[in-house]
């Protein structure tokens, strides 16, 4: 999302509820939660804050969609829309609308009309407060694909952040991706639903892509200055390559590094790793699966965080001792390389997806072999003749996954988690063969 910190209008207030209120609505939540996932309401495109669901497997299907379409010589037109406020906007009475027609009666429907309805609040600005207003609207939900739905075009929903792509090899004259804009435009309208066309954007993939221009009420949707895309945290770019992302990651990491160092002056390793740990690794491990770099130089780059920040903290509680290399200190401050962190991110997500535990679609970017399935020990990935493909998500772990021993891959994803944490990724790296070995930078 493009957002400015000198418009309020691209902000939203917290609601400040008091603590009983949001007992209730947990409780309500959970059952809410499991009548919709039983009677299979929502589609299987939509993946935000559901179980088994989340930024990373809604990610790495778009990815395998993208890198099969490049694998194939296709090209895709990726149109990223932002709703104005969407959680907002939507009329109660059109909700409880919804809600009834999903299945969501008697009481539990009157419950939360109750709830939604007759409501007053006030802003805070620091100490001062507006004027009591009435609460007609709120968190919205609807069927869009069954009123969307256009032939050849892929939608991909987190919550309300939408996005609708389209794969092609020739340029025809029906525009489906033009046509699904035009049946969304409508749909926001019925809905009390308004597009920030402003801050839409689009994506071309693949070298013959046409660029072809695409319009929301007449205003052409702009394609993105820098050739890049953020969606859901992770930055796209036109040749799906991670400088970008990883540019972006790395400096915010560095910021939060500095920020620790100038505002804590602890000289306990314990706090500072920890810190390291809580603030400054989850900045470049977000969603790691869906970029994982293969250039020794993008990995260098993300890894340097993590080693200066290990360098400072020794300095400061060892100011005469000589620094160590970067292995010594990792085995200092009993850390991991963030490169190995990653790999293990890799595998144990793999190994869900494998057991069934979640569910990611896929072009069939690996098979088992027939012969023997017992154990999964048949894991073969796909023969690739571009780069993103085969450094995709699913072929570049099927390659190591069948090389995991047999008795981790005989687990379950729980026990698999817990061996995962001993488990020697440079003993295991060690062992592959050479032809797999290469990919991996030494430290």
């Not at 990726?78 to 027609?101: E, G, M, N, R, W």
Request: charged share 20%; net charge positive; with cysteine.
């Amino acid at each position: 999302k493009k957002t400015n910190p000198q418009y309020p209008i691209d902000f939203r207030p917290i609601s400040l509820l008091c603590s009983s209120s949001k007992i209730l609505e947990k409780i309500i939540s959970n059952e809410l939660q499991s009548f919709i996932e039983s009677h299979k309401i929502l589609p299987a495109c939509q993946h935000g804050f559901r179980k088994s669901h989340s930024v990373s497997t809604q990610l790495l299907e778009v990815m395998d969609d993208f890198t099969f379409a490049l694998e194939n010589k296709n090209s895709v037109d990726i149109i990223y829309f932002d709703l104005a406020k969407a959680f907002d906007t939507v009329p109660h009475s059109l909700l409880i609308s919804k809600l009834h027609k999903v299945g969501i009666q008697g009481n539990l429907l009157s419950w939360i009309n109750d709830y939604l309805t007759n409501r007053t609040f006030t802003v805070r600005v620091s100490n001062h407060y507006s004027e009591e207003k009435h609460c007609t609207s709120g968190v919205p939900q609807g069927s869009i694909l069954a009123y969307c739905s256009t032939k050849g075009i892929t939608i991909k929903l987190f919550a309300d952040d939408l996005k609708a792509y389209n794969i092609f090899n020739n340029i025809t004259n029906e525009f489906p991706l033009q046509i699904f804009i035009n049946k969304f435009e409508e749909y926001c309208h019925l809905n009390g639903l308004k597009i920030a066309i402003e801050k839409c954007s689009v994506l071309y993939l693949g070298n013959s892509n046409p660029s072809t221009k695409y319009f929301i009420n007449d205003i052409v949707i702009s394609q993105t200055s820098e050739d890049s895309v953020r969606d859901l945290g992770i930055y796209f770019s036109h040749d799906l390559k991670w400088d970008k992302h990883i540019n972006i990651i790395t400096r915010k990491a560095i910021r939060c590094s500095y920020s620790i160092f100038k505002s804590i002056k602890s000289k306990n390793p314990k706090i500072l790793t920890n810190l390291l740990n809580i603030y400054v690794r989850p900045i470049l491990e977000f969603s790691s699966p869906v970029f994982n770099p293969h250039l020794e130089k993008d990995i260098k780059s993300i890894e340097k965080v993590q080693k200066d920040f290990l360098r400072w903290v020794f300095r400061r509680i060892n100011p005469k001792t000589e620094l160590p290399d970067y292995p010594d200190l990792l085995r200092y401050f009993k850390q991991e390389s963030l490169l190995y962190r990653r790999i293990k991110a890799d595998l144990n997500l793999f190994h869900q997806h494998v057991c069934g535990t979640i569910s990611i679609k896929n072009n069939n970017s690996y098979f088992i072999n027939k012969a023997n399935t017992r154990g999964f020990q048949n894991i073969v990935p796909i023969a690739c003749n571009t780069k993103a493909r085969f450094h995709s998500f699913f072929v570049r772990t099927a390659r190591l996954y069948k090389f995991i021993p047999q008795h981790m891959r005989n687990s379950t994803p729980e026990h698999f988690s817990r061996l995962l944490v001993t488990f020697d990724i440079s003993q295991f790296i060690d062992s592959l063969p050479n032809h797999l070995k290469r990919h991996f930078y030494n430290f």
